[in-house]
Nanobody, 124 residues
Framework: QVQLVESGGGLVQTGDSLTLLCVASGGTLKGLAIGWFRQPPGKEREFVAA????????YYGDSVKGRFTISRDKVKDTVHLQMDNLKPEDTAVYFCAAGDSGLGSIWAQAYDHWGQGTQVTVSS
């Protein structure tokens, strides 16, 4: 069972940047697709970004396209979510998820392992 740990969340102002990190605790991300999802307060979970194990395929939610970038470092065994030009509507708990198939997906059902989440708050 892969245990995912997210870090890098925090409180920032509109227009600032943050980088979220996803790592496997006691395991490895090797072979896994990684997705980021978020849950704003009082709302349903939504897809943010995903990357295949190969790294050749990336996917983004419409609300973050052009502002967020997902990438992975196979040497360091990490996945980053670079978030630029943050807006108050980006405020949410951000979750890292891993899919055993290795294929990226926008659908939460495609992911087998989930982290506990990290809070991102963007003030106006």
């Amino acid at each position: 069972q892969v245990q995912l740990v997210e870090s890098g969340g925090g409180l920032v102002q509109t227009g600032d940047s943050l980088t979220l990190l996803c790592v496997a605790s006691g395991g490895t991300l090797k072979g896994l697709a990684i997705g980021w999802f978020r849950q704003p307060p009082g709302k349903e979970r939504e897809f943010v970004a995903a990357i295949s194990w190969a790294g050749s395929s990336t996917y983004y939610g419409d609300s973050v396209k052009g502002r967020f970038t997902i990438s992975r470092d196979k040497v360091k065994d990490t996945v980053h979510l670079q978030m630029d030009n943050l807006k108050p509507e980006d405020t949410a708990v951000y979750f890292c998820a891993a899919g055993d198939s290795g294929l990226g997906s926008i659908w939460a059902q495609a992911y087998d392992h989930w982290g506990q989440g990290t809070q991102v708050t963007v003030s106006s």
